[in-house]
């Protein structure tokens, strides 16, 4: 059974732009009750885009995930020590070099955290109620949200202008 998809792929780049912009219309924003309008162009450009930029974003992504998936196991292992060395790092401290007041100071606040997490439960945070607030705002906000994306659409224009340059004058010789 053939679908959407298989037709869609088949398609040259002016159509391919033009069918997603459709799809996009189609979507009914809850705000203003209205269609969603967003011109072919906007997504030709995206897909005429030079794969190798998209490659470092696949891989600062995969480093996130090494990341993240590493961190998660240790405090798997050992939430204990796992979060006596985010603080350590927090506060600038190699654990080979801790005195006994901060040592001390080290156990207790494992201590804090312990009764910090078993009271607040699922509201309970690592990092401060200020890092988290900014989390969310930027999540949420549509103003930042359009600025980043209108300052990293500026950023692509500039590198795909620089590329396509570098490929004409490669041409001409």
């Known amino acids: 059974m053939r679908k959407q998809y298989d037709d869609f792929t088949q398609l040259k780049l002016k159509d391919m732009s033009k069918s997603i912009s459709d799809m996009t219309y189609k979507y009914i924003n809850p705000d203003t009750q209205e269609p969603t309008k967003v011109p072919a162009t906007h997504y030709e450009k995206i ?3 030079v794969t190798e930029k998209y490659m470092a974003d696949i891989t600062s992504r995969q480093f996130l995930s090494i990341m993240y998936n590493q961190l998660t196991a240790l405090k798997k292992e050992d939430e204990k020590y796992f979060n006596q060395a985010l603080l350590c790092m927090d506060v600038g401290l190699n654990p080979k070099d801790l005195r006994i007041n901060e040592q ?3 156990e207790y606040a494992n201590g804090y955290i312990e009764d910090k997490k078993n009271f607040e439960k699922k509201n309970y945070h690592f990092l401060s109620e200020d890092i988290v ?3 969310d ?7 930042i949200q359009a600025e980043v994306v209108r300052e990293s659409n500026k950023f692509e224009d500039r590198e795909n202008s620089m590329f396509q340059n570098k490929n004409y004058e490669r041409s001409e010789r």
């Open 133 to 135: 607030r900014a989390y």
């Open 104 to 106: 001390i100071a080290i």
């Open 47 to 49: 897909l005429d885009q």
């Open 137 to 143: 705002e930027a999540k949420n906000d549509p103003i």
